[in-house]
């Protein structure tokens, strides 16, 4: 049963997410929206926009494909976002009356895809502040859990901020201003070696099925290896929502997506680029 039909998040949901930074929802969206989201993944793929990624690991021979901010062109990416029971699943997830929807991110490892997710968290990509935020990670196929995103368990509670990192090359974004390089870093570290010390973490993945949901934290610090199937390839729409307390920053480096809305540092995040889906209108 879907969300739609009344299953939202229980009070366990919540102190796993408040806890641990990520939970594992189980069949929170109905096939219908599933076959929805194909849809518009399929058009993304046909008509890709300025923003779209095609990455690839030497040897590939799929690749990591990455786009996003296409849910105003993509309808049936907006009917997602305005219908589905994702803006309800945020609201509860992040204590917050009200729900921003901030950008979608479609990312697709292909059959054969070594290329790897490198160690990151969300929030210092974005110029949000705030602490109630939220990502959503929705597979349209069946993710194994050595194919599935994983988890620094409890991380978003460490009260360390992290420079963001390059999908292509894994390398820390640069600041637009190098003499920023040294008062930025009093607040944001480079990402520790997480995949060269798995054993000093403790690390959260799931085995999915479609219909299911990963929520987690924009602070968690997660990653994800590549696609060794040759047969299943990964289709995963990713949602990010802002809620109450979400407000607009600047950042010391070329913030993703390039887009401000217009807003100035200091202003609540909603806007008519960022738009408020709940509650429903």
């Not at 989201?37 to 923003?51: D, K």
């Not at 859990?145 to 509670?157: D, E, M, P």
């Not at 003499?179 to 870093?185: K, L, M, N, Q, V």
């Amino acid at each position: 049963m879907g969300a739609e039909q009344g299953t939202l998040v229980s009070s366990e949901h919540l102190e796993v997410f408040q806890r641990n930074g990520v939970v594992c929802l189980r069949q929170v969206f109905d096939q219908k929206w599933l076959d929805l989201v194909a849809v518009g993944i399929a058009r993304n793929l046909s008509a890709p926009s300025a923003y779209a990624q095609h990455l690839k690991a030497g040897g590939d021979t799929g690749r990591f494909f990455g786009d996003y901010c296409n849910w105003r062109r993509i309808q049936e990416f907006r009917a997602f976002v305005y219908d589905s029971p994702a803006a309800a699943l945020a609201a509860q997830l992040m204590s917050s009356e009200k729900v921003i929807f901030y950008h979608e991110h479609l990312l697709i490892k292909e059959p054969g895809t070594q290329k790897e997710t490198p160690w990151h968290h969300d929030q210092p990509y974005y110029p949000i502040d705030g602490w109630q935020v939220c990502s959503m990670w929705m597979p349209l196929d069946p993710v194994p859990r050595t194919t599935c995103v994983q988890f620094v368990k409890g991380s978003h509670r460490w009260g360390r901020w992290f420079v963001p990192r390059n999908f292509n090359d894994a390398r820390n974004y640069p600041f637009k201003d190098p003499c920023e390089r040294h008062s930025a870093g009093a607040r944001f570290e480079t990402v520790p070696d997480i995949a060269g010390h798995r054993e000093d973490y403790d690390l959260l993945s799931w085995d999915l099925t479609p219909g299911d949901c990963l929520a987690f934290h924009m602070r968690t610090l997660h990653g994800a290896l590549g696609n060794p199937s040759f047969t299943t390839s990964r289709r995963v729409l990713a949602t990010r929502w802002v809620g109450d307390d979400a407000r607009f920053t600047e950042r010391p480096w070329e913030i993703s997506p390039p887009i401000t809305g217009g807003l100035r540092p200091g202003e609540h995040m909603a806007c008519e680029e960022f738009p408020v889906v709940w509650p429903r209108g």
